[in-house]
């Protein structure tokens, strides 16, 4: 076995007793470092979660910000699709009066040409009548002049005495006469007949004169009437132009239109139905009440003595007789005049007034391709202007509806005119009302310049008609 050298031996020895103290000065500054590790370690942490927490709280700060800014965003577009869509509506109702104008000032041309073609027949006739009686008249003079130069040769020449008095006899001198008399009394018929023809000429002179004038005038009008109906056109066409650029909101505006029109619709069938209802069973009721006072009648005529009950109940029954019959009679008779003044009803309102919507299906005033359908007709008045009964009736209902604020309904028997967009009311359901008393105030809207319009129906029960073949 070899053997180590004391030199190599010495070098292990001081080789582990380097490790040996190196040990013990890493074990005595553990505790130190370990406790700065983890000083450091939680100084790290705390910084990384203030950062985390700054970062959480920025983000917080940062998220309700952009919700308040949102919010605000989301108003004001709101507000200002709001603004658009009144704005909006406001020009479909300025372009619906101006197309109420261009259809009435339409209406005028067509009446004025129709008056200057009139006025030009007449002229034609006056200028034949003048001409018949000039010839008339001439024919009269020449008449009248002939007789006086027959006669010259006999008086005229010697004088009127001296053509008696030259007669060879007293017959021939009373004969002459005779003849002198008929012929003043010609002569003075003649003349008179010429001084008439002469005045009837100047008078169909004088009104060939003003009929001329009066066609001029109306030649003017009719101008006039044309060239506003020009500009009319032109400004509804520039219109047209602009709001078709608005396609998407005009067709949302026009669905809401149609959803408040159908809810109107739904709510008015629903109280005629209901209306419809009431009466068939009052009718029951009375027919019922009919039949069982008969009954009773005809129980106390059968017996041999008649008790007071029996006195009582045909007394009830017939002063009751002509009220059972009172309702359904009134109604008929109701319904039969109303059906009989078609075409001349009163008007829904006095005063002036155009027609802004009319009835039935419409093309829309900008949208190409596009139908309305309007129940009745819009009417559009003055402000304070108030709303008539058109006929003698009853009021059935009075409602509110989006849209069309406060409606009145009159019954006239079957027939119903409905009133609605009105402001105030000043009748009460169960009211009877006459023909043009006053039922209410037309609404007038404060973001449309005090626009105001009525739109007015008439229904055959819940049959829709064309409120302009009724009214006049």
Not at 101 to 127: C, F, Q
Not at 343 to 350: C, E, K, M, Q
Not at 392 to 410: C, E, H, L, P, T
Request: charged content about 30%; proline content about 2%; aromatic content about 4%.
């Amino acid at each position: 076995m070899p053997h180590s050298s004391p030199s190599g031996n010495l070098l292990k020895l001081c080789r582990s007793l380097a490790v040996l103290l190196l040990v013990a000065i890493i074990s005595a500054g553990s505790p130190a470092d370990a406790q700065t590790r983890r000083k450091n370690t939680k100084t790290t942490t705390t910084r990384k979660t203030a950062t985390k927490q700054k970062t959480a709280t920025r983000t917080l700060e940062s998220v309700r910000k952009d919700k308040s800014t949102t919010e605000k965003k989301i108003s004001e577009t709101a507000t200002r699709l709001n603004t658009n869509t009144k704005e909006l509506q406001r020009q479909i109702n300025r372009l619906n009066s101006l197309n109420g104008d261009i259809e009435a000032n339409r209406s005028k041309v067509r009446d004025l040409r129709s008056h200057i073609d009139s006025l030009g027949t007449a002229i034609s006739t006056t200028a034949d009548s003048i001409k018949i009686l000039e010839d008339d008249l001439e024919a009269m003079r020449l008449a009248y002049a002939k007789a006086l130069r027959e006669l010259q040769p006999h008086a005229a020449s010697t004088g009127e005495l001296s053509f008696i008095f030259s007669a060879k006899s007293f017959s021939e001198a009373y004969s002459r006469i005779r003849y002198l008399r008929r012929f003043s009394a010609w002569r003075e018929r003649r003349a008179e007949n010429i001084r008439r023809g002469i005045d009837r000429i100047a008078a169909q002179r004088a009104r060939l004169t003003s009929l001329r004038h009066s066609q001029d005038l109306a030649y003017r009008k009719a101008e006039e009437t044309q060239t506003t109906l020009s500009r009319q056109q032109a400004e509804s066409e520039k219109m047209v132009t602009s709001l078709r650029k608005e396609d998407s909101a005009l067709r949302a505006m026009l669905k809401e239109q149609k959803r408040k029109s159908a809810a109107l619709d739904r709510e008015l069938d629903r109280l005629i139905a209901a209306e419809q209802a009431r009466i068939a069973r009052e009718e029951a009721e009375r027919a019922r009440r009919e039949r069982e006072k008969e009954k009773n009648k005809a129980k106390g005529s059968s017996g041999t003595k008649a008790s007071d009950t029996g006195r009582s109940a045909k007394d009830v029954a017939s002063a009751n007789a002509p009220t059972r019959t009172a309702a359904s009679t009134s109604a008929s008779a109701l319904t039969g005049s109303f059906e009989a003044n078609k075409g001349r009803l009163l008007f829904p309102v006095a005063g002036s007034y155009k027609i802004v919507r009319r009835f039935g299906r419409q093309p829309h005033p900008t949208l190409r391709h596009v139908e309305t359908e309007n129940s009745g007709i819009d009417i559009e008045v003055s402000p304070g202007t108030q709303a008539r009964s058109i006929f003698a009736g009853k009021v059935s209902a009075i409602f509110r509806q989006d849209g069309f604020n406060s409606i009145v309904m009159i019954r006239h028997g079957r027939y119903i005119s409905i009133y609605a967009n009105l402001s105030a009311v000043t009748v009460k359901q169960g009211d009877s009302v006459k023909a043009g008393q006053n039922i209410g105030t037309v609404f007038s809207d404060p973001d449309d310049s005090n626009r105001t319009t009525l739109h007015f129906e008439i229904r055959n029960e819940r049959q829709k008609l064309n409120p302009s073949q009724w009214v006049r």
